[in-house]
């Protein structure tokens, strides 16, 4: 794929998870399609993965088949009508959303300082042991 190519495929990406989670909280879901809705969204937008990235290949391969199939079975279980009005909302919203930068700072600092005391406690473990 060339880099326009993946560009539109994330932008599709965040349309769709953003138009489940739309359609999750319409009444004319199935409940079993809003529990898998659930799902799918809460693992898109969580920073833990069944499998961590830093595993070579397989590390990728849940993003890579395990989000699209959720969403692909997903989409299938809400209807068409309730789909297509979800779908055409988000790309409207998701347009309309400014960047948060802030957010996106306190999210790494977070990061950032759970990693320095992880560090910080195995420094002073291996320290006790010597």
Do not use: H
Not at 43 to 58: G, K, Q, T
Not at 86 to 106: F, S
């Amino acid at each position: 794929m060339k880099n326009g190519a993946w560009k539109k495929w994330a932008a599709s990406l965040k349309n769709n998870i953003y138009a489940l989670y739309l359609a999750s909280r319409d009444d004319r879901v199935p409940i079993l399609a809003k529990i898998i809705i659930g799902l799918v969204v809460a693992y898109a937008v969580s920073p833990i993965d069944l499998i961590p990235d830093f595993i070579p290949f397989l590390g990728y391969l849940d993003d890579l088949l395990l989000l699209p199939l959720g969403i692909w079975l997903a989409i299938r279980l809400v209807p068409q009508e309730v789909w297509q009005e979800c779908q055409t909302l988000a790309v409207k919203r998701v347009a309309e959303m400014p960047r948060n930068y802030l957010a996106a700072a306190v999210i790494v600092i977070i990061w950032l300082l759970a990693i320095a005391g992880f560090m910080l406690w195995v420094w002073q473990f291996v320290s006790g042991i010597t």
